[in-house]
């Protein structure tokens, strides 16, 4: 056989391998254009779920249903939020599919639709602990919009053009908001640390002033503005029970007194480089709210009863959801519910021989200004 002949041959072998690799290839990955989008999970119904696992092995987050609603398992069973609950399973009935991928278990791990391997894993499980259904993301399509998704229950994976994301960490399930207590309601904030108490008042223009000033010192005021504000949108990094937490020395006290009556009282703990709190609130308006018989009110008294019920049952309910659980919170949060009376204040600028002298020209008969009565120990209140 002459060289010719060996080199066709040799063609011909090589597109032989060639084809089979490809048939290979196209057995494993059925191409499939559907008639339009569909959607990827049908026929879910929340009141089935029992259980949702997201994400895999030690960092997956556990929620429960108990007694009605959802708890997050990672976190002591600390109730979860239901928007985020609702959220995320309106996120995963909203995946469209385009295209059928492939039906191959094979292929899965290329396509990163494996457990091990996804970018998520979403499932959800029945009562009786069967896997009622889920859905596995997997890598973004090369060069192309959209990524691969397969039912967690099937091997069939799909194209989908667009992919939600997915919270991964089980503190974002739950409601971080502890207590938001806008700066312009707040009237006074009393402070007691170990080095003492201290009371610090808002006043008109968005001043803060501080009750019993020590002589010869000035108020830092944005310091002080700072401290009134500590509760606006206070959240939590993290959340536990008291056994799990050990010892806590709960040595600070914040207490935030509303002008609508509501007190929100903080007790404050620090350990190592973090800052735990736990709360509760009361309503200090008791004067009960009564029906005038025989008179018509107007509707400006109507809705300040209205209000003062409002804020009566908010605080309750406040005291209710937080009683039972410590909080960690941010240092930067933690910095303005632990200043002491030294932080905010510092020494007065020497007085000028001018200011002297308009001093000693000031009227003797004028009346001198009286010095507000000091706060009473919040320590002393309710045996706390």
Not at 1 to 25: F, R
Not at 114 to 131: C, H, P, Y
Not at 199 to 222: N, R, Y
């Amino acid at each position: 056989m002459d060289n010719k002949k060996l080199g066709i041959l040799a063609v011909v072998a090589a597109v032989m391998v060639i084809w089979a690799w490809a048939q290979s290839q196209w057995s494993n990955r059925t191409r499939v254009n559907l008639s339009g989008p569909s959607d990827l999970v049908q026929g879910l119904d929340p009141d089935e779920i029992a259980r949702i696992e997201i994400g895999t092995g030690d960092d997956v987050v556990k929620i429960a249903r108990q007694e009605g609603r959802f708890v997050v398992a990672n976190k002591a069973n600390y109730p979860a939020d239901p928007k985020q609950i609702t959220d995320l399973i309106i996120k995963c009935l909203d995946i469209k599919i385009s295209e059928l991928y492939t039906e191959h278990a094979k292929n899965h791990e290329d396509l990163e639709v494996t457990e091990e391997k996804a970018r998520s894993v979403i499932k959800f499980f029945k009562a009786d602990g069967s896997l009622l259904t889920g859905v596995v993301v997997g890598k973004s399509v090369e060069a192309g919009q959209g990524g691969y998704v397969r039912r967690a229950t099937e091997d069939e994976v799909y194209l989908a053009p667009d992919l939600p994301w997915f919270r991964s960490g089980a503190v974002e399930y739950v409601n971080q908001e502890i207590v938001s207590a806008d700066r312009e309601d707040v009237n006074s904030v009393i402070v007691t640390t170990p080095e003492g108490p201290y009371t610090l008042e808002t006043g008109p223009g968005d001043t803060a002033s501080m009750i019993q000033q020590p002589e010869g010192k000035t108020l830092k005021e944005s310091d002080a503005k700072s401290v009134l504000n500590a509760l606006d949108s206070l959240r939590f990094d993290d959340v536990n029970t008291p056994a799990a937490l050990g010892d806590l020395d709960f040595d600070h006290l914040f207490i935030c007194n509303m002008k609508d009556s509501t007190q929100y009282r903080l007790r404050v703990a620090k350990k190592g480089d973090k800052t735990y709190v736990k709360c509760d609130a009361k309503f200090l308006d008791t004067t009960p709210v009564t029906m005038k018989q025989g008179q018509v009110e107007s509707e400006e008294e109507l809705k300040k009863k209205e209000a003062k019920l409002q804020a009566q049952e908010a605080a309750q309910k406040f005291t209710l959801r937080h009683r039972g659980w410590i909080y960690e919170v941010p240092d930067w949060k933690a910095n303005y519910l632990t200043k002491t009376q030294a932080d905010l204040l510092e020494d007065e600028e020497p007085e000028s021989q001018e200011d002297a002298a308009e001093a000693s020209a000031a009227d003797p008969n004028e009346p001198a200004v009286a010095v507000p009565a000091a706060p009473a120990d919040p320590n002393a209140a309710d045996g706390q």
